[in-house]
């Protein structure tokens, strides 16, 4: 029995703990539990209450996109007929834009085409005609015709035609003067010089005139025109005096008595009648015509040289090289020149300045033909002339320019036939290659 009671106190006591102690807890426990259900129950209801609003808004937005999109699919379909009308009107106008362009182009390239055409047909021709004209002059007869018609038609210019003016020179009227009177000095004494005096005149006046090149303080003083000529005069006595002959000093004085416009104009004057003293020894000689033609063959030589030519024209070299030069090509040619056309030339170089040597040999050569009374008249013709056209185009050339002519031919190939003169600066050219030429030219660009 006290086992009983005492386990029921036990179990009292126990309950009593549990009451105390554990309850209140749990209780505790469970009541907050309950009101997080609660808390969780209002949550979930009010989740519930927006899921609800959100699935309304959803739906109204999703109705109103598709009135939306009906819209925009409704203006697409009116813009895509717009723009289709747009595009359609633009394909029409660039349409008739390319049209034109393409007219204009086919318009361009025939015009183009059919002066390509004119003009490789015109080529053609000219070169066809070249062809033909080159055969039918192969056969010398059919080439000398061509000059003979030539001939015939410088024939009927003669009487139209119009003497050549003098080719102008570089001198004031103060030097020509000057220039005339020293030479007609030398004409009044030359009458009793003979053959050997007019070389040692000629030389003599060479060495003065490369005196007054290397002294041109001198130069200045003889030439200026201060009107003291006597002092001069006393001055060439002094210097000259003893060392040229009579005859030079002479000429030396009646050109420093004269008014000269530049310096240089006077040692023009003496290489002038330098030259006119040699030209007059050859013509003593009766080699006037001789000298004449090697002075022409030997221009023509220099001309084919250029490097000959500035050789000859360096005025950086001293004249004795380029004197030397001259005689060493001269001494090397395959044919011997007259000695009086080798002082010439030799004259000519030692007293360049300013001028190239194949000009002042060509002026050198029209002298030695003006000195006889003659015009040099420069004939280019493809092939030698017969005695009878020579002697038809000297006398129809001296009728035209009233005067004697002399005929310096130059023998071309390549000018088929025909001929072409020069007169000075008058040119006549009825050459086939000129005529063949100027067919070229006058083709359709």
């Not at 959803?58 to 813009?79: L, N, Q, Y």
């Not at 129809?396 to 002519?405: D, E």
């Amino acid at each position: 029995m006290s086992t009983f009671i005492g386990q029921l106190i036990g179990f009292a006591a126990i309950i009593w703990i549990i009451t105390k102690y554990v309850v209140p807890p749990v209780r505790k426990l469970m009541a907050q539990q309950q009101d997080a259900v609660r808390t969780q129950l209002d949550d979930s209801a009010k989740a519930t209450h927006r899921l609800a609003a959100a699935d309304q808004f959803h739906a109204k937005r999703v109705e109103e996109g598709k009135v939306e999109g009906r819209k925009i699919v409704e203006e697409a379909r009116t813009d895509s007929v717009r723009i289709g009308e747009q595009l359609r009107e633009q394909a029409v106008v660039e349409a008739d834009r390319i049209k034109v362009q393409g007219g204009q182009q086919v318009s361009l390239l025939h015009s183009q085409l059919i002066r390509q055409l004119r003009g490789d047909l015109g080529a053609e021709s000219v070169q066809r005609a070249a062809e033909i004209v080159k055969a039918h002059v192969a056969d010398p007869q059919a080439q000398s015709a061509t000059v003979d018609r030539m001939l015939d038609e410088l024939d009927s210019m003669a009487p139209a035609a119009f003497a050549p003016e003098v080719a102008p020179t570089d001198m004031r009227s103060a030097s020509r003067e000057a220039q005339a009177a020293v030479v007609a000095r030398f004409e009044a004494v030359s009458g009793s010089m003979s053959a050997g005096d007019f070389g040692t005149l000629s030389d003599e006046l060479v060495a003065v005139g490369s005196l007054l090149l290397r002294e041109p303080a001198l130069a200045r003083h003889l030439a200026e025109a201060n009107g003291e000529f006597e002092a001069k005069r006393q001055l060439v006595a002094r210097v000259l005096g003893g060392r040229v002959g009579s005859t030079t000093v002479d000429l030396i004085d009646t050109a420093v008595s004269v008014r000269w416009s530049k310096t240089a104009d006077l040692i023009s004057a003496l290489e002038q009648v330098s030259r006119l003293s040699l030209l007059a020894k050859a013509k003593r000689e009766g080699q006037a015509d001789e000298v004449a033609e090697e002075l022409f063959r030997f221009g023509r030589i220099i001309d084919t040289q250029p490097q000959l030519t500035a050789l000859l024209s360096d005025y950086g070299k001293p004249a004795s090289d380029r004197v030397s030069l001259l005689r060493n090509v001269v001494d090397r040619s395959s044919s011997r020149l007259n000695p009086t056309t080798v002082a010439l030339l030799s004259h000519t170089v030692e007293l360049l300045r300013g001028e190239r040597a194949d000009e002042a040999v060509q002026d050198l050569a029209e002298l030695a033909v003006s000195s006889r009374g003659e015009i040099v008249a420069q004939v280019s013709a493809a092939a030698q002339l017969s005695d009878g056209q020579r002697r038809r185009l000297t006398e129809i050339l001296s009728r035209i320019y009233h005067t004697p002519v002399s005929l310096q031919l130059i023998v071309n190939p390549e000018l088929l036939g025909g001929l072409a003169v020069a007169v000075g600066d008058e040119v006549i050219d009825g050459t086939l290659s000129s005529k063949l030429a100027a067919a070229a030219t006058k083709l359709p660009d």
